[in-house]
T-cell receptor, first 112, second 116 residues
């Protein structure tokens, strides 16, 4: 079946450095790619998303890139801060369905 | 306050004892979904509903049932729970409209279920 691979599973960075999380999806019909942030003890929260007709999207310190040919998409966080520490999930959805396929998550630790 | 609520937040039960986890949203959202979260496996979709009386299977529907009789509620039913259903469960909802509207999910706080 469809799946989304996410790497790395854990990532530690120094405050102020950049963090990159990568995902690969299998279903070529996927066309919507959100990223969620989950803080300890809470449900995931959408932080940014990208559609298949766009190669890059930026929102302040967060950016997402998409390579449809390679079926890769990545989350980039610049100037990381301690409050960026959380688990991040990527996901892929196929338009016309409501079937969400999530990656396995990346635990990001920003060291002060 | 716009929110998705789940009850109970914590539940310890025994194998075979039927249970229901309730989910309610006050945002008039059409779409609702249930997920389970397990270490190393991320979030896996159990069932989803695109409107009242419309439900469909996600990736891991075995052992679960859902119903959508009202727009705001989407209960998850475990008819005969087993230890492999021990997990953290999340309910989520989103509105109809643009693709972004449909896919921007609002998650509840989670229900931690232990089946012994």
């Amino acid at each position: 079946g469809e799946n989304v691979e996410q790497h790395p599973s854990t990532l530690s960075v120094q405050e102020g450095d950049s963090a990159v999380i990568k995902c690969t999806y299998s279903d070529s019909a996927s066309n919507y790619f959100p990223w969620y942030k989950q803080e300890l003890g809470k449900g995931p929260q959408l932080i940014i998303d990208i559609r298949s007709n766009v190669g890059e999207k930026k929102d302040q310190r967060i950016a997402v890139t998409l390579n449809k040919t390679a079926k890769h998409f990545s989350l980039h966080i610049t100037e990381t801060q301690p409050e960026d520490s959380a688990v991040y999930f990527c996901a892929a959805i196929t338009s016309g369905t409501y079937k969400y396929i999530f990656g396995t998550g990346t635990r990001l630790k920003v060291l002060a | 306050e716009a929110q998705v609520t789940q009850n109970p937040r914590y539940l310890i039960t025994v194998t075979g004892k039927k249970l229901t986890v309730t989910c309610s949203q006050n945002m008039n959202h059409e779409y609702m979904s249930w997920y389970r979260q397990d270490p190393g496996l991320g979030l896996r979709q159990i069932y989803y509903s695109m409107n009242v009386e419309v439900t469909d299977k996600g990736d891991v529907p075995e052992g679960y049932k859902v119903s959508r009789k009202e727009k705001r509620n989407f209960p998850l039913i475990l008819e005969s729970p087993s230890p492999n259903q021990t997990s953290l469960y999340f309910c989520a909802s989103s509105r109809s409209g643009t693709a972004k509207d449909r896919y921007e999910q609002y998650f509840g706080p989670g229900t931690r279920l232990t089946v012994t």
